[in-house]
């Protein structure tokens, strides 16, 4: 049998395209076929571009009832998980560290001060502690401790335009996750440099976290090394493998 | 020829009865029973994801293939759930349907009912719903609002924390959807049978029914 080579530039796009659409689809399982009741699976991309629309219009719901003022729940130190879990998109033993000293957060987009900030800058502005309750997408929550600098008083700080639509997360264990900025703004948005007592420790974030208690965890990134202003859509990277990209609480 | 027709045909006329159920309840019964078998597959893949019991759902009972597409199934339908639900509820309230059909009978009716259907001699006019079918159907109308409640408070616990409040807190009012959703797929399981038992009523629930005519008079 003999079959001609394509060309792999050429077709690259194409290849990515079903990748990722296999990705999606790699487990489906007989349950959710015969639920889609005989939709084969070359029908399969207009169920999924029905369920994206569906999912764009419950971000849309979401962000109505979105209120700035309303508050998560805060605990007593007692009713912190002991211990709070590790949870990443790999094991623990992968977890990525980088030298506090010379860590450097990249400052993007929209702003009028692209300057990066150490964590000793950090430091300088006002901290903020709370305790809240993380809660998974997977269901499981767990209440954690933590503190640092409100995201709204840094996005002041370096002059970001705030009729912007996104603020944009890029962390250094190549994560990834963006969020609008009526919850940027929202009082109880935390750039965490603290667990407790303690500065963040590597398993939760280490240098810096930015701890959301309106949002779902996977809205909530580690290992943060940039921040970007923009109007222009970021997905993230669980939201660009289908999961709701509002993920509020 | 039309002049022959006499005032009295002509009012018996425009009260007869139509097809019952009438096809705003049909469509919206189908709407929801659709999205409620999307809501229970897409939920039973959710809750894989972090079982509260020493149990999983088998995957080929679950929908979506994985947690984001249980997710995005689950989110889609509950728009469609809901919008039927107010539909259907609306309707109810203003027709008159709940007052008159669904109003739990008495216990006796309901101890005779049950006894005839266990029995598999259910009597079961169109138009008229048994003291079974009231029970049945007013205890699921509820359990499907606490359904969505606890849904609700479980994906919204920051905005809608009042709430959460409400059904204790998110750790025991997402075992209250898990509860709630069990109570309707054993709803869902006697509503078939009895459906099938009297497959008459599943034709009717789909092209509707003209009720007999010994009982036009109670229907007004």
Same mark, same amino acid.
């Given at each position: 049998?003999?079959?001609?080579?394509?060309?792999?530039?050429?077709?690259?796009?194409?290849?990515?395209?079903?990748?990722?659409?296999?990705?999606?689809?790699?487990?489906?399982?007989?349950?959710?076929?015969? =639920?889609?009741?005989?939709?084969?699976?070359? &029908?399969?991309?207009?169920?999924?571009?029905?369920?994206?629309?569906?999912? %764009?219009?419950? #971000?849309? =719901?979401?962000?109505?009832?979105?209120?700035?003022?309303?508050? @998560? $729940?805060?605990? *007593?130190?007692?009713?912190?998980?002991?211990?709070?879990?590790?949870?990443?998109?790999? *094991?623990? #033993?992968?977890? $990525?560290?980088?030298?506090?000293?010379?860590?450097?957060?990249?400052?993007?987009?929209?702003?009028? #001060?692209?300057?990066?900030?150490?964590?000793?800058?950090?430091? @300088?502005?006002?901290?903020?502690?709370?305790?809240?309750?993380?809660?998974?997408?997977?269901?499981?929550?767990?209440?954690?401790?933590?503190?640092?600098?409100?995201?709204?008083?840094?996005?002041?700080?370096?002059?970001? &335009?705030?009729?912007?639509?996104?603020?944009?997360?890029?962390?250094?264990?190549?994560?990834?996750?963006?969020? !609008?900025?009526?919850?940027?703004?929202?009082?109880?948005?935390?750039?965490?440099? #603290?667990?407790? *007592?303690?500065?963040?420790?590597? /398993?939760?974030?280490?240098?810096?976290?930015?701890?959301?208690?309106?949002?779902?965890?996977?809205?909530?990134?580690?290992?943060?090394?940039?921040?970007?202003?923009?109007? $222009?859509?970021?997905?993230?990277?669980?939201?660009?493998?289908?999961?709701?990209?509002?993920?509020?609480? | 020829?039309?002049?022959?027709?006499?005032? &009295? =045909?002509?009012?018996?006329?425009?009260?007869?009865?139509?097809?019952?159920?009438?096809?705003?309840? %049909?469509?919206?019964?189908?709407?929801?029973?659709?999205?409620?078998?999307?809501?229970?597959?897409?939920?039973?893949?959710?809750?894989?994801?972090?079982?509260?019991?020493?149990?999983?759902?088998?995957?080929?009972?679950?929908?979506?293939?994985?947690?984001?597409?249980?997710?995005?199934?689950?989110?889609?339908?509950?728009?469609?759930?809901?919008?039927?639900? +107010?539909?259907?509820?609306?309707?109810?309230?203003?027709?008159?349907?709940?007052?008159? !059909?669904?109003?739990?009978?008495?216990?006796?009716?309901?101890?005779?009912?049950?006894?005839?259907?266990?029995?598999?001699?259910?009597?079961?006019?169109?138009?008229?719903?048994?003291?079974?079918?009231?029970?049945?159907?007013?205890?699921?109308?509820? +359990?499907?609002?606490?359904?969505?409640?606890?849904?609700?408070?479980?994906?919204?616990?920051?905005?809608?924390?009042?709430?959460?409040?409400?059904?204790?807190?998110? *750790?025991?009012? $997402?075992?209250?959807?898990?509860?709630?959703?069990?109570?309707?797929?054993?709803?869902?399981?006697?509503?078939?049978?009895?459906?099938?038992?009297?497959?008459?009523?599943?034709?009717?629930?789909?092209?509707?029914?003209?009720?007999?005519? /010994?009982?036009?008079?109670?229907?007004?």
């Amino acid at each position: 049998m003999s079959r001609a080579r394509p060309d792999r530039a050429a077709i690259a796009p194409e290849l990515r395209r079903i990748e990722r659409r296999l990705m999606l689809k790699g487990s489906l399982s007989l349950g959710g076929l015969s =639920m889609l009741s005989g939709c084969a699976l070359d &029908d399969e991309p207009s169920v999924e571009r029905a369920l994206a629309v569906m999912s %764009r219009f419950t #971000d849309r =719901m979401q962000a109505l009832l979105f209120s700035r003022q309303r508050l @998560a $729940r805060e605990f *007593d130190a007692s009713q912190i998980t002991q211990p709070f879990p590790f949870n990443a998109y790999y *094991d623990e #033993d992968e977890v $990525r560290t980088v030298d506090p000293a010379r860590w450097r957060l990249e400052v993007g987009g929209l702003v009028s #001060d692209r300057r990066p900030w150490s964590l000793a800058q950090f430091r @300088a502005l006002p901290q903020k502690r709370q305790i809240t309750r993380h809660i998974c997408v997977e269901g499981w929550s767990a209440i954690g401790d933590w503190s640092g600098v409100p995201l709204s008083i840094f996005l002041h700080h370096v002059g970001a &335009d705030l009729r912007a639509k996104y603020v944009n997360f890029r962390c250094f264990d190549d994560y990834s996750t963006s969020i !609008d900025m009526a919850t940027a703004l929202h009082p109880q948005t935390i750039m965490a440099l #603290d667990y407790g *007592d303690h500065a963040l420790p590597s /398993a939760y974030g280490a240098p810096m976290k930015v701890r959301i208690p309106t949002k779902l965890g996977y809205k909530n990134p580690k290992y943060l090394s940039s921040i970007e202003v923009t109007n $222009r859509f970021p997905g993230g990277y669980w939201e660009d493998q289908g999961y709701n990209w509002f993920g509020g609480s | 020829m039309f002049q022959s027709e006499s005032p &009295d =045909m002509l009012s018996s006329r425009r009260v007869r009865p139509g097809r019952t159920p009438s096809p705003v309840i %049909r469509i919206t019964h189908w709407i929801g029973a659709a999205s409620m078998l999307v809501m229970i597959g897409s939920g039973w893949q959710i809750y894989n994801a972090s079982p509260i019991l020493p149990f999983e759902f088998p995957p080929w009972a679950t929908l979506g293939g994985w947690l984001g597409g249980g997710i995005a199934w689950h989110f889609a339908a509950m728009w469609v759930l809901m919008a039927a639900g +107010v539909v259907y509820l609306g309707y109810g309230a203003l027709s008159g349907h709940f007052r008159r !059909d669904l109003r739990p009978a008495g216990p006796r009716a309901v101890g005779r009912d049950v006894a005839q259907a266990l029995r598999f001699r259910l009597s079961h006019t169109a138009g008229h719903y048994n003291a079974v079918q009231r029970l049945l159907y007013t205890g699921v109308l509820i +359990v499907a609002l606490l359904t969505v409640a606890s849904g609700l408070s479980i994906w919204k616990p920051v905005q809608l924390g009042w709430l959460t409040w409400l059904f204790g807190g998110y *750790d025991i009012a $997402r075992r209250i959807h898990f509860a709630m959703m069990t109570l309707i797929v054993a709803f869902l399981v006697i509503h078939i049978v009895l459906a099938l038992l009297v497959p008459q009523t599943l034709f009717g629930m789909i092209f509707g029914r003209r009720p007999p005519a /010994a009982s036009q008079e109670t229907v007004r």
